[in-house]
Nanobody
Framework: QVQLVESGGGSVQAGRSLRLSCAAS????????MAWFRQAPGKEREGVAT???????TYSDSVKGRFTISEDNAKNTLYLQMVSLKPEDTALYYC?????????????????????WGQGTQVTVSS
């Protein structure tokens, strides 16, 4: 059973940086999509960054140029480096995964595309 555990959230002032981590365990395939989503109070869950197992990444327009998704395969860990944080980045951040038998054609930034989720880590950015 695949498990994802996020960490690294916290409270920071606008303009500062945070790095989120997502430790993955229990998977057997090297073909996958992984992603970071966020959900602010009263808003729908939003996909902010995806990474395919060959390293291809995508970003939402709201974070492009400020957030970087990456992975350390030796540590089975997914990261989200966030710089120049804004108050509107405040949300509960989730990592998500879907492991496949073949390389996915694309990794959608949509909830339906993923079948494994972490519990979330809170990021709060104050002005």
């Amino acid at each position: 059973q695949v498990q994802l555990v996020e960490s690294g959230g916290g409270s920071v002032q606008a303009g500062r940086s945070l790095r989120l981590s997502c430790a993955a365990s229990g998977y057997t395939s090297s073909r996958y999509c992984m992603a970071w989503f966020r959900q602010a109070p009263g808003k729908e869950r939003e996909g902010v960054a995806t990474i395919r197992s060959d390293g291809y990444t995508t970003y939402s327009d709201s974070v492009k140029g400020r957030f970087t998704i990456s992975e350390d395969n030796a540590k089975n860990t997914l990261y989200l480096q966030m710089v120049s944080l804004k108050p509107e980045d405040t949300a509960l951040y989730y990592c998500a995964a879907r492991f496949r038998s073949v390389l996915p054609a694309t990794c959608a930034a949509s909830e339906w595309h993923y079948n494994t989720w972490g519990q979330g880590t809170q990021v709060t950015v104050s002005s």
